[in-house]
DNA sequence: ACGCTATTCGTACTTTGTACGATACGCAAG
DNA sequence: CTTGCGTATCGTACAAAGTACGAATAGCGT
């Protein structure tokens, strides 16, 4: 035990990591797939990542689908948990703004994240959580299922066009609009045409900025409701 | 030149249909869909469905994508239109629902929808009519945008979820439900356990239920909004 | 009846998930 | 320090999928 040999036995590999276990795993995946996308993510590219052989991963995961289990479970973890110290409206704000921001940040995680039969904790203390702000409210069971519905088809659709619309705002949307035009019979849709020149590529037009319109309409309405459902 | 030889020149194939055509493609390939999902969705089974040789379907396609392209499309031109003699809410709800049955009817479809940039004759067709519709009854540009984001969010994402849930009620969902019951630790989440015994598991419970009661919070609260916007 | 053109097909190359068996490496006992 | 063992890692291989390339074929006008 030369003083030189100060590599420690445990790890080698020169960035230190050795011991690969199934979180570094969906770690992994869950940075590969917001870079190169859900669909071109696969488990040679994957272990490239990690920086091992593809046949390494299945000694730390079943198959496949274990990580995509994994990897919504990890989006669940990163989405804040409602506070339990304000008001039911404030707290549903807060877990969805974050909400957006998470599935924003990882483009395809809306398609799965309602689909595993496999829930992780951080998936189950995000519904208990959720669940809770709104019971504690004074919300019905029957109320909070309506609630917790609406709230999610919104936030769910909206990372979805988000992260599947071929341009959201900015210049790039003049692009695709300009490309789309071309081969649209513009005065077959005239509607189409308006909105599309007098709003969406007017200077400033974001359609992220729906968001905050939409989640606000939601909640005004839910809480006139809860008065009556409650 | 027997007349045994009777089979028409220009359809063979003992149902009668040779000239296979890009449309015969697209059917195809949204009926395959349908059946066995956009993930086991094949060029190969498409052949096989269709009754033709694989490589035969790219004499009328470019690629698998154009074939999506086309089923979006395809998609998009099964829904129901807002009537243009009615209410714009009576219009909207019209689409909204028949949107909902139609998303419902191809699973695979909402994480598409919005997603192509080759937007096909149907697909603006579709969107020129609801453009239509809101401007029709008075909305703003604005107005428009806003009412068209938050109702097509929350269509798209209640959607997805009547379609990636593992079950939506009914007897499958005791059964699903209990699974996640036995590997999950009990207390720890007393309202996840409160709603779903209390409330998902209850006979009659249906996630579909909370459509009506979202989009009707939804217009409800567009019409109130409205006299404000417009 | 005959060849021309568009359709269809056979074959093959690449990429992906993953099974199987061989290797190698960290650690406890001598 | 040496020896052996169990486990993490890897090399190889096979099946399924997208699709390129060129051969075969069928229906049409002459």
Redesign the pocket.
Do not use: Q, S
């Given at each position: 035990?030369s003083p030189q040999k100060a590599e420690a036995?445990?790890v080698?590999d020169e960035a230190g990591r050795?011991?690969?276990t199934a979180e570094r795993v969906v770690e992994g995946a869950v940075g590969l797939a917001d870079e190169i996308g859900i669909d071109?993510?696969?488990?040679?590219?994957l272990a490239d990542a990690i920086g091992?052989?593809?046949?390494?991963i299945?000694?730390?995961v079943p198959?496949?689908?274990a990580i995509v289990d994994g990897m919504v479970n990890q989006v669940f973890s990163e989405i804040d948990l409602p506070p339990t110290d304000v008001d039911w409206r404030s707290a549903i704000l807060v877990r969805s703004r974050s909400m957006r921001q998470v599935l924003a940040k990882h483009p395809w995680a809306s398609p799965l994240m309602e689909s595993r039969t496999a829930a992780g904790m951080a998936t189950l203390r995000h519904h208990d959580a959720v669940l809770g702000c709104f019971r504690g409210a004074g919300f019905s069971l029957q109320a909070t299922g309506h609630a917790y519905a609406v709230i999610d088809a919104f936030l769910y659709g909206f990372a979805l066009q988000e992260a599947t619309l071929p341009a959201t705002g900015g210049p790039e949307m003049a692009e695709v609009a300009s490309q789309m035009a071309e081969q649209m019979p513009a005065d077959e849709f005239p509607h189409l045409a308006e909105f599309t020149m007098g709003h969406v590529l007017q200077p400033g037009y974001e359609f992220g900025d729906e968001f905050a319109f939409g989640l606000n309409l939601i909640l005004d309405a839910l809480e006139r409701t809860v008065e009556v459902t409650k």
């Open positions: 035990m036995p445990k080698d050795r011991p690969l071109a993510f696969t488990i040679r590219k091992v052989k593809p046949m390494t299945y000694h730390h198959n496949k689908e």
